[in-house]
């Protein structure tokens, strides 16, 4: 059994994710920036999921994750596209939609996190902006129900 995957070690992987679908490859330095942290800790951090069996890695080369890190990295990606959507269609500023899709994904279950993306599916594959929608953010905004005439039915 794998040990226990932390928030830090979902946020490696998903940062050597995303390096690797933008140049191909991800290097220590890259990573360093990405998660501003010191590259020595980058470096002890690449070797623990190395020898964990989510990345391949050799001293000065490039880093790759396995088919195992690439499950799990892409897992943490697409729960962290899901929160930052579903954030930004109820409103939140992108920046802190942003930070707050990184503090939540990592204490997602699956169920929530299915249905979740489903919502956010729903919500934008609709044609347009469904009515309730607008009525939201219009609540959102002036803490006020929008009036509805009811329509008569003949």
């Given at each position: ?34 998660l ?25 080369k ?13 897992n ?40 979740l ?18 009525h ?19």
């Open positions: 059994m794998d040990k226990i995957i932390t928030k830090s070690i979902e946020d490696y992987l998903k940062v050597i994710y995303i390096l690797t679908k933008e140049k191909g490859f991800a290097k220590t330095s890259d990573i360093s920036s990405a501003n942290v010191q590259p020595p800790s980058v470096t002890e951090m690449i070797q623990k999921l190395n020898k964990m069996g989510f990345v391949s890695y050799e001293k000065y490039v880093i790759t994750l396995t088919k195992k890190g690439e499950k799990l990295a892409k943490v990606y697409k729960r962290n596209e899901t929160l930052f959507n579903f954030l930004k269609i109820i409103g939140v500023e992108e920046k802190i939609a942003e930070n707050d899709a990184c503090k939540i994904e990592h204490d997602l279950t699956p169920a929530t996190t299915k249905h993306t489903k919502f956010v599916k729903f919500v934008q594959s609709s044609p347009r902006n469904p009515k309730w929608l607008d939201f953010r219009y609540y959102s905004k002036t803490g006020k129900h929008i009036e509805c005439k009811e329509e008569v039915l003949k």
